[in-house]
Nanobody
Framework: QVQMLESGGGSVQAGGSLKLSCRAP????????MGWYRQAEGKQREWIST???????TYSDSVKGRFTISRGGAQDTVYLEMNNVQPEDSAIYSC??????????????WGQGTQVTVSS
């Protein structure tokens, strides 16, 4: 099991930007795709973005055009650049693999997440 380590959250005003990071050492060498998810208070966790091992990306309609997923770094980090954030983006953001099967199962665990709070 690999502990996901999310960071970069904080408080920001509507229209502002944040860049979140998720360290998951080894996910590139294991050829795993990764996804970002969020859970707002009182709501179910929702998927918001994916980056496949091959590099293709997808986004939920709620963040398309505002958020950008990417990856890199020596520590195998997945990033989520958030622009023009809105109060409805307030949530705990977490990452996890989106690749099923044994090869990537060590990345199939939730970390602590990072809190994003957007004020109007």
């Amino acid at each position: 099991q690999v502990q996901m380590l999310e960071s970069g959250g904080g408080s920001v005003q509507a229209g502002g930007s944040l860049k979140l990071s998720c360290r998951a050492p080894g996910f590139m060498s294991q050829q795993c795709g990764m996804g970002w998810y969020r859970q707002a208070e009182g709501k179910q966790r929702e998927w918001i973005s994916t980056i496949e091992y091959g590099g293709s990306t997808t986004y939920s309609d709620s963040v398309k055009g505002r958020f950008t997923i990417s990856r890199g770094g020596a520590q195998d980090t997945v990033y989520l650049e958030m622009n023009n954030v809105q109060p409805e983006d307030s949530a705990i953001y977490s990452c996890k693999t989106i690749t099923p099967g044994r090869r990537c199962r060590q990345f199939n665990y939730w970390g602590q997440g990072t809190q994003v709070t957007v004020s109007s």
